[in-house]
T-cell receptor, first 113, second 117 residues
């Protein structure tokens, strides 16, 4: 069953603008991960945030996690046309040897040049 | 980096035939491999989890006799769609996990597009 629910489902912005995508989940987690998927391709891991972390940065990416609200956000700053893709959050409820990811429905981001 | 390959990248077959998809971790040993399917514009749904040398664990609603998984080695897992029908047409993605510190990383293959006529 799906755990994460992203919003918005689709986002269209101008190149150079920031893109913010949100993910909510229902059960407790060990960690939450964000992935990117270009059309018809596999997934690329972007960033992992642990349940005891509140914010993490990687290049133009900033991820926050609020475990009290069971939500996470992914911010892409200074977006580029090449950022056009689908973005998924995935939750890992247990971590460790028995971990498995549950994916949200995804957000389609379009960055207009 | 950790690379996972899938073969074939796409396949078209007739209804009733069986199709085998391979998933390989190219530069690392995978403790576990996962198989997902994805319908157009939808999320990834986990089908099964397999550990090398043991039987796969299937998610609820996934027919194990329909989707045969063989995890023959620490670098290879195969998914065989038996007696494929048009409703099995989908994008199948595998991922492989290696242990990194306290948290396991999953690396995804590029996917296999299956079309059943």
């Amino acid at each position: 069953s799906q755990q994460g629910e992203e919003d918005p489902q689709a986002l269209s912005i101008q190149e150079g603008e920031n893109a913010t995508m949100n993910c909510s989940y229902k059960t407790s987690i060990n960690n939450l991960q964000w992935y990117r998927q270009n059309s018809g391709r596999g997934l690329v891991h972007l960033i992992l945030i642990r349940s005891n972390e509140r914010e993490k940065h990687s290049g133009r990416l900033r991820v926050t996690l609020d475990t009290s609200k069971k939500s996470s956000s992914l911010l892409i700053t200074a977006s580029r046309a090449a950022d056009t893709a689908s973005y998924f959050c995935a939750t890992d409820a247990v971590g460790g040897a028995n971990s498995k990811l549950t994916f949200g429905k995804g957000i389609t981001l379009s960055v207009r040049p | 980096g950790a690379v996972v390959s899938q073969h074939p990248s796409w396949v078209i077959c007739k209804s009733g035939t069986s199709v085998k998809i391979e998933c390989r971790s190219l530069d690392f040993q995978a403790t576990t491999m996962f198989w997902y399917r994805q319908f157009p514009k939808q999320s990834l749904m986990l089908m099964a989890t397999s550990n090398e040398g043991s039987k796969a664990t299937y998610e609820q609603g996934v027919e194990k006799d329909k989707f045969l998984i063989n995890h023959a080695s620490l670098t290879l897992s195969t998914l065989t769609v038996t007696s494929a029908h048009p409703e099995d047409s989908s994008f199948y993605i595998c991922s492989a996990r290696r242990r990194t510190g306290s948290y396991n990383e999953q690396f995804f293959g590029p996917g296999t597009r299956l079309t059943v006529l």
